[in-house]
């Protein structure tokens, strides 16, 4: 398998640490969106990354859909998501406060890359967005003894999470506070203190 696409991504940072974590064999081809476009597009017209090319050609484009094929492939009892019912609804929604953390922030480097002048309500919506979901992340996280936010293992959600913070902690400096969310933050750490973290670190790269 290829992976495409930078480990500063938020996005292509949780397919790669799956893939740590499932000891899945993949190459790492590190090109960007912005320098590497075409190359990108060759595999995705979007242009997007995430992209994962199959041993057999095919390209999956969204880390969505790349992740649903690395738990098949793990099989039912591996997988980062539960098979069915609340437990696969409550990691699926953790997850996509996450990722939704994750868009904003992409979002908020993207708008200051190519606008000269910004939109201060929109910048402000973005952000109160972000805050209002770590707002109710802390309170929930505050209320759970385990390691990981469902318990002993780790999980998809645990792993969106965690790279949406330390990508807007980069990206953002103030916006991601440790001291006003604290008990995300001790999260966050115990992720990235796991090898399957450490091993997929880049510093971040902003266009210009």
Same mark, same amino acid.
């Given at each position: 398998?290829?992976?495409? *696409? ?6 292509? =940072? ?7 974590? !499932?000891?899945?064999? !993949? ?13 990108? %597009?060759? !595999?995705?017209?979007? =242009? /997007? ?20 094929h690395l738990d098949e492939v793990a099989g039912p009892e591996q997988?980062?998501? @539960?098979?069915? $019912? @609340?437990? /696969? =609804?409550?990691?699926? /929604? #953790? ?14 480097? !993207? ?5 000269r002048e910004t939109a201060g309500d929109w910048i402000a919506r973005?952000? $109160? ?11 929930? =996280?505050?209320?759970?003894? $385990?390691?990981?936010?469902? $318990? ?9 999470? %965690? ?7 980069? %990206?953002?400096? *103030? ?19 796991? @090898? ?7 510093? #971040?790269?902003?266009?210009d």
């Amino acid at each position: 398998m290829i992976l495409i *696409g930078q480990y500063d991504s938020p996005f292509v =940072r949780r397919v790669a640490v799956a893939l740590q974590l !499932y000891g899945m064999a !993949y190459e790492h081809r590190p090109w960007s969106v912005f320098g590497d476009v075409e190359q990108v %597009a060759r !595999y995705n017209p979007l =242009r /997007r990354v995430p992209v994962l090319v199959l041993d057999g050609g095919e390209a999956l484009v969204d880390s969505v859909s790349i992740l649903d094929h690395l738990d098949e492939v793990a099989g039912p009892e591996q997988a980062l998501f @539960p098979a069915a $019912g @609340p437990a /696969r =609804r409550a990691a699926l /929604r #953790l997850t996509a406060f996450g990722t939704g953390i994750a868009d904003k922030a992409v979002s908020l480097v !993207y708008s200051r890359a190519w606008h000269r002048e910004t939109a201060g309500d929109w910048i402000a919506r973005c952000r $109160g967005q972000i805050s209002s979901v770590l707002d109710h992340l802390e309170a929930e =996280r505050s209320a759970l003894p $385990g390691p990981f936010w469902f $318990g002993e293992r780790i999980g998809h959600g645990d792993i969106a999470l %965690a790279c949406a913070l330390r990508f807007t902690a980069e %990206a953002h400096p *103030g916006v991601f506070e440790a001291a006003h969310w604290p008990h995300l933050a001790a999260h966050a750490a115990r992720c990235e203190a796991l @090898p399957a973290f450490s091993a997929v670190v880049q510093p #971040l790269v902003t266009p210009d």
